[in-house]
């Protein structure tokens, strides 16, 4: 049908000159954002690309789930700027119509949000988590690049070396910064290499000096050394159970019901519900008037956007929080947003004037 297909190639011509957009914009944010926790030392600079891969999967679907809204409210309201609509309606084609053009353009949208949210969210929350803890329990001298002053993984030393060469536990020239409660010690090397006993591990420094200094009295001492071993902290690679629920599988989160997992499943088919609700409220929030060419429509439909999304997200805090079970959160929010969102298309469908002088003929489905 002409209706039918017009409407569909208008919405995925919209759909992907606004995906793309969206996608630019973030990108470039969460480019940023991981760039500075590397020079931070939180990630691994190598790690950089990987962890923005992840960090980008985990939130296209809320990238989708914009783009197809935004590509609703910017379709039809051009329509009705133009007066497509008048023509439409006049032909007998009511609002609520267009819900089947909409659902058969949107219907991949909503697949491909489905297995990102139950399945792709967790598996790139857990290697993220992991590439993250690998970086962080190595040794304070081995997170060291040679002639780059870094924080070790506590924040209470600062180190600076220079390497032997390409390995990576010798070092020569070792300058080493600690802060204490009673004041602040400064140690300097002339080479240090680490050495495992048990399960510790030992920063072993040679010929070299300890400068202390204590903020109580303003005292200094200083004492030098032929051979001085300093225990490195090191955190464990974080367990399996011990992963928060965001990393966890779907699957999981419904054989172990407890709140934080309870909510963390509210967030997530929240969303994909989310998704769904959003395709018909951009139907109605689309109407504008020809008269007045803006994009208020626009900017209504995107804090209707905001609002909802952050409605998601105390959904999920009333659920892991036990205020509320997981069942009544989801359909008070979504089943609120679904209703809404059929008055909505009711109102525009049924209201006396679409066009200042055109009546509108009765809907046909």
Sequence with gaps: MLFDSTVRRELARSFGATLVVILTIVLTMFLLRTVGLAAKGTVSPQDVVLVLGYTALGHLPTMLSLSMFVAIVVTLGRMYRDSEMVIWFSGGIGLARFVKPVLHTAWPVLLLTAVLLLIVWPWGNRNSYDLRDRYAQRSDLSRVAPGVFQSSSDGKRVFFVEREGADTINARNVFVLTQQEQGESVTSASSGRLEAVGNERWLVLERGQRNDFDDKT????????????????????????????????????????????????????????????????????????????????????????????????????????????????????????????????????????????????????
């Design 218 to 365: 303003g005292d200094r001492t200083l004492a030098s050394f032929d051979s001085y071993r300093v225990l490195v902290q090191e955190k464990a690679l974080r367990e399996a159970e011990a992963r928060p629920p965001r990393a966890l599988p779907t699957l999981q989160l419904l054989r172990e019901p407890t709140p934080r997992n309870q909510g963390e499943l509210a967030w997530r088919l929240g969303m994909l519900l989310a998704t769904a609700n959003l395709l018909l409220l951009g139907l109605g929030l689309a109407a504008t008037n020809p008269r007045r060419p803006s994009n208020w429509n626009l900017l209504f439909a995107l804090l209707a956007f905001v609002v909802y999304f952050n409605l998601v997200n105390l959904t999920q805090a009333w659920v892991a929080s036990e205020r509320a079970g997981l069942g009544l959160a989801l359909a008070g929010v979504h089943g609120g947003a679904f209703v809404l969102a059929l008055a909505l298309l009711w109102w525009r469908d049924h209201a006396a004037v679409v066009h200042p002088g055109v009546r509108r003929r009765p809907a046909v489905a």
